[in-house]
């Protein structure tokens, strides 16, 4: 079965550079969330999408934004990068208020 | 203080037997309870979901909630080396998306 798929799968990025994650949901998913999970930490909810409007933000720092698509893949915007922006960051889908699945997930790595 | 508390382990166990996990919650709002699983540098693979209280069965796996006491339980019977993993907890308010995770737990299953 088709999965939530992103990419890039690992990203190195220096400080102050900024990042784009993709995520592109399983089929005919229409919610979209997206995760960050530091080294050893469980993952904390960041922003998730509805019919691509905002519906729900958490833990979301303001150099961050994001954004779902007519197609409902969504991207993570990440600027002015920071040591501690270092994490795995996971997208989820759903299909409306369902349960999620989560994807692989993205390493970035900033030095 | 977190919301949701779970023990990190590790917990090992002999092969065949029954493994146990729970996490306590703080927030009586929480009604969806979630259990993920998620091997090393890979996503959260949900294993169970239970609305509310009660106990729910799918396989080798039985999870349980006591919102009376705060408490959500999960067993894996005759557990394989191949359940060697970290176990998740993860619970909300209002959804099955927007989730407060436990620490996660780290499961040994030695052969």
């Known amino acids: 079965a088709a999965g939530v798929i992103q990419s890039p799968r690992h990203l190195i990025k220096e400080k102050r550079e900024t990042a784009t994650l993709k995520c592109y949901p399983i089929p005919r998913h229409d919610t979209v969330y997206w995760y960050q999970q530091g080294p050893g930490q469980d993952p904390q909810f960041l922003i998730s999408f509805y019919e691509k409007m905002q519906s729900d933000k958490g833990s979301i720092p303001d150099r961050f934004s994001a954004q779902q698509f007519s197609d409902y893949h969504s991207e993570l915007n990440m600027s002015s990068l920071e040591l501690g922006d270092s994490a795995l960051y996971f997208c989820a889908s759903s299909l409306a208020l369902s349960t999620i699945y989560f994807g692989e997930g993205s390493w970035l790595t900033v030095v | 203080q977190k919301e949701v508390e779970q023990d990190p382990g590790p917990l090992s166990v002999p092969e065949g037997a029954i493994v146990s996990l729970n996490c306590t919650y703080s927030?009586?709002?929480?009604?969806?309870f979630m259990w993920y699983r998620q091997y090393s540098r890979k996503g959260p693979e949900l294993l169970m979901y239970t609305y509310s209280s009660g106990n729910k069965e799918d396989g080798r796996f039985t999870a349980q909630v006591d919102k009376s006491s705060k408490y959500i339980s999960l067993f894996i019977r005759d557990s394989q080396p191949s359940d060697s993993a970290t176990y998740l907890c993860a619970m909300s308010a209002d959804s099955w998306g927007k989730l407060q995770f436990g620490a996660g737990t780290q499961v040994v299953v030695t052969p």
């Open positions: 927030n009586s709002a929480f009604q969806y």
